[in-house]
């Protein structure tokens, strides 16, 4: 069964400063892997999809890295500001599935 | 419609009672997901319908789940005689191609928040 685990839990850090979001699935049979956003009392936005054949995705001051055989991937936030406070999540779908299996995310506060 | 749409945004029902979650995926989605987010943790497969066939069921915790899509647009979701286990965030998702979604990827509802008390 996929196992998705998210490292840290929580994250506080100031204006400015570059993070980094982790994500480790267990097995590594995946077909893509992808980051969500999710804001208090709202849905999911998603930020990046990364197919099993990529090595990394970027968007704007977002890049998501994706080492399959390891089992691992990694969300760089760069400049964060206060609007990137939310709940990061990490998800897989199978080979074989049809369905994400998520981590149980990464809530993230940027200090003004 | 611009977006995947769910109804009621909160519900609140006495344990035993049962509840109805309406989802209105975005027109023409082929895929439509359920998941449950209990607090804290991330959401969870609950079932997934390709137009109107529930190809998948294997994420409902119990018989008091039962889910539908007649007509291969509105979906719901009913859980009957809920128990305080149920209270969570129940998330919609609706892709335009049947899975793998591939690049395509989902479209999430903004969700019902249902508390049992």
């Known amino acids: 069964k996929q196992e998705v685990t998210q490292i840290p839990a929580a994250l506080s850090v100031p204006e400015g400063e570059n993070l980094v979001l982790n994500c480790s699935f267990t097995d590594s049979a995946i077909y893509n892997l992808q980051w969500f956003r999710q804001d208090p009392g709202k849905g999911l936005t998603s930020l990046l999809l990364i197919q099993s054949s990529q090595r990394e995705q970027t968007s704007g001051r977002l890049n998501a890295s994706l080492d399959k055989s390891s089992g691992r991937s990694t969300l760089y936030i760069a400049a964060s500001q206060p609007g990137d406070s939310a709940t990061y999540l990490c998800a897989v779908i199978m080979e074989y599935g049809n369905k994400l299996v998520f981590g149980a995310g990464t809530i993230l506060r940027v200090k003004s | 419609g611009a977006g995947v749409s769910q109804s009621p945004r909160y519900k609140v029902a006495k344990r035993g009672q049962d509840v109805a979650l309406r989802c209105d995926p975005i027109s023409g989605h082929v895929s439509l997901f359920w998941y449950q987010q209990a607090l804290g943790q991330g959401p969870e497969f609950l079932t997934y319908f390709q137009n109107e066939a529930q190809l998948d069921k294997s994420g409902l915790p119990s018989d008091r789940f039962f889910a539908e899509r007649p007509e291969g647009s509105v979906s719901t979701l009913k859980i009957q005689r809920t128990q305080q286990e149920d209270s969570a965030v129940y998330l919609c998702?609706?892709?335009?191609?049947?899975?793998?979604?591939?690049?395509?990827?989902?479209?999430f509802g903004s969700g019902t928040r249902l508390t049992v008390v």
């Open positions: 998702a609706s892709s335009l191609v049947r899975t793998p979604i591939g690049r395509y990827g989902y479209t």
